[in-house]
C-alpha cells in the first residue's frame, strides 16, 4: 500500500541554522511528491512539487528539495532558517498520478530558536 | 485574488448535535475537496468534486456524513449526528481542474463535547 513517512515528529533549530526535513515514500512507481507547509490558522500552501526531469526542485521561500529514488525520499531543505519558519510541514505523494489525489505525511513541526 | 473561505472557523458542540460547514473555493475552480485532519495527522480526502458531481466519495462515513456543491460552486459538508470522534479540523480545497495544484482554505477546527 501506498505510504508516506516523515520520521521526524518536531524538529528544533536556531535561527540561521541549516534545516532539513526527512521524507520517505513507498509506492510502485516513480510518485508525483509535494511539500506544504501550515501555519498555525492557515491552509496548507505549497512549497514545491516533484513530477520529472531534475531531481533537485527549488521551491517558495527559500526551500529545496532533493528526489532521490534509490532510497525513496524526498528531503526537504533551507540552508538557513528564519523565524518565521516555524510552522507544520507535510510531504503528500500523489498516487493517482497526476489527479493530485493526495497521501500525506503525518508532518513535522518545526519550532526556531531566536 | 481570494483564496479559499471556509466558515465557521470554530465549532463546539454536543455529541449528538448537527453541524455544517460550508466552504467558498477560489473563483473558477471546477475541483473542490473536503479532508478531514486530526491532531498529529496530515489531512486525509473526504470527498472530491467535479464541478458538482462528487467523483470520489470512498472516504466519506455516509452513514453520518454528506456533503452538496449545488451549482458547482460552494459546497457544504455536513455531519448528523456528530460524535466525539468527530473532533478534528476539516479543511476545504479547490483547484482550475483535477491535474492541478490545490490551494486549501483554513479550515474549520470542530470540538464535540
Known amino acids: 500500500a501506498q505510504s508516506v513517512t516523515q520520521p521526524d515528529i518536531h524538529i528544533t533549530v536556531s535561527e540561521g541554522a541549516s534545516l532539513e526535513l526527512r521524507c520517505n515514500y513507498s509506492?510502485?512507481?516513480?510518485?508525483?511528491l509535494f511539500w506544504y507547509v501550515q501555519s498555525p490558522g492557515q491552509g496548507l500552501q505549497l512549497l514545491l512539487k516533484?513530477?520529472?526531469?531534475?531531481?533537485l526542485v527549488q521551491g517558495i521561500k527559500g526551500f529545496e528539495a532533493e528526489f532521490k529514488r534509490s532510497q525513496s525520499s524526498f528531503n526537504l531543505r533551507k540552508p538557513s532558517v528564519h523565524w518565521s519558519d516555524a510552522a507544520e510541514y507535510f510531504c503528500?505523494?500523489?498516487?493517482?498520478?497526476?489527479?493530485?489525489?493526495?497521501?500525506f505525511g503525518t508532518g513535522t513541526r518545526l519550532k526556531v530558536l531566536a | 485574488e481570494a483564496g479559499v473561505v471556509q466558515s465557521p472557523r470554530y465549532k463546539i458542540i454536543e455529541k449528538k448535535q448537527p453541524v455544517a460547514f460550508w466552504c467558498n473555493p477560489i473563483?473558477?475552480?471546477?475541483?473542490l475537496y473536503w479532508y478531514l485532519q486530526n491532531l498529529g495527522q496530515g489531512p486525509e480526502l473526504l470527498i472530491r468534486?467535479?464541478?458538482?458531481?462528487?467523483?470520489?466519495d470512498s472516504q466519506l462515513p455516509k452513514d453520518r456524513f454528506s456533503a452538496e456543491r449545488l451549482k458547482g460552486v460552494d459546497s457544504t459538508l455536513k455531519i448528523q449526528p456528530a460524535e466525539l470522534g468527530d473532533s478534528a479540523v476539516y479543511l476545504c480545497?479547490?483547484?482550475?481542474?483535477?491535474?492541478?495544484?490545490?490551494?486549501f482554505g483554513p479550515g474549520t477546527r470542530l470540538t464535540v463535547l
Open positions: 503528500a505523494v500523489d498516487v493517482a498520478l497526476g489527479t493530485y489525489k493526495y497521501i
Open positions: 516533484y513530477f520529472s526531469g531534475d531531481t
Open positions: 480545497a479547490s483547484s482550475p481542474g483535477r491535474n492541478n495544484e490545490q490551494f
Open positions: 473563483s473558477g475552480h471546477n475541483t
Open positions: 509506492y510502485g512507481a516513480t510518485p508525483y
Open positions: 468534486y467535479e464541478n458538482e458531481e462528487a467523483v470520489d
